[in-house]
């Protein structure tokens, strides 16, 4: 099983960046792929789920409008568009696999993070001017 993530970097505040997490031998039924972001010092928080079965997604209260996760079943690849970019949107932003449920429960933060099986290494997004 493998999660890549690509895409972070460096943008202005305003403006948009698209992260892509390649994903590979996952068999969860129903499988959900989420992203979640983590600064220094503060406990790593979910951002979005999608559903990759039915394509049901799932935001954080911090970015709904903002952000959109989707999904790509042919090619295997979860993107999070990220528009209008927040200074507080800096941090290392990680893929991760699991059933569904358990990633939408770690959103809502009703569960730790750390029952999440699978991550990726994570793509940092610093937003400044």
């Known amino acids: 099983v493998q999660l890549v993530e690509s895409g972070g970097g460096w943008v202005q505040p305003g403006r948009s960046l698209t992260l892509s997490c390649a994903t590979s031998g996952f068999t969860y039924d129903p499988l959900g792929i989420g992203w979640f972001r983590q600064t220094p010092g503060k406990e790593r928080e979910g951002v979005a789920v999608?559903?990759?079965?039915?394509?049901?997604?799932y935001y954080a209260d911090s970015v709904p409008g903002r952000f959109t996760i989707s999904s790509n079943r042919a090619n295997r690849i979860v993107t999070l568009q990220m528009n209008g970019l927040k200074p507080e949107d800096t941090g290392d932003y990680y893929c991760?696999?699991?059933?569904?449920?358990?990633?939408?429960?770690?959103?809502?933060?009703?569960?730790?993070?750390?029952?999440?099986?699978?991550w990726g290494r994570g793509t940092a997004v610093i937003v400044s001017s």
């Open positions: 991760a696999a699991d059933r569904v449920d358990l990633l939408i429960a770690v959103l809502r933060k009703a569960v730790p993070h750390r029952h999440v099986a699978h």
């Open positions: 999608i559903n990759v079965k039915d394509d049901n997604t």
